[in-house]
């Protein structure tokens, strides 16, 4: 599901920066009931390893 945005990262840094307020969204997101946890990272362009870390991280309160 492709919105039509395209993101140029240029420069030395090619790692998009999450805020922790999208990291926590997209979490919450992907432990609603019923949600498919690769469908909300595919949607937000996240790898599933992200957000499963992410995940595992808000879980022990380390986020």
């Keep these: 599901m492709l919105d039509g ?3 140029i990262i240029t420069g030395r840094d090619r790692r998009r ?3 922790i ?3 926590l969204r997209i979490v919450a997101e992907a432990e609603e009931p ?3 946890f690769a469908h909300v990272a595919d949607r937000n362009e996240v790898t599933r390893g992200l957000l499963w ?3 595992a991280h ?3 309160g380390t986020l």
């Design 53 to 55: 870390n992410w995940r």
């Design 5 to 7: 945005r395209i993101e």
């Design 21 to 23: 307020a999208d990291k």
């Design 17 to 19: 920066r999450w805020s």
């Design 58 to 60: 808000v879980r022990r």
């Design 34 to 36: 019923g949600a498919c």
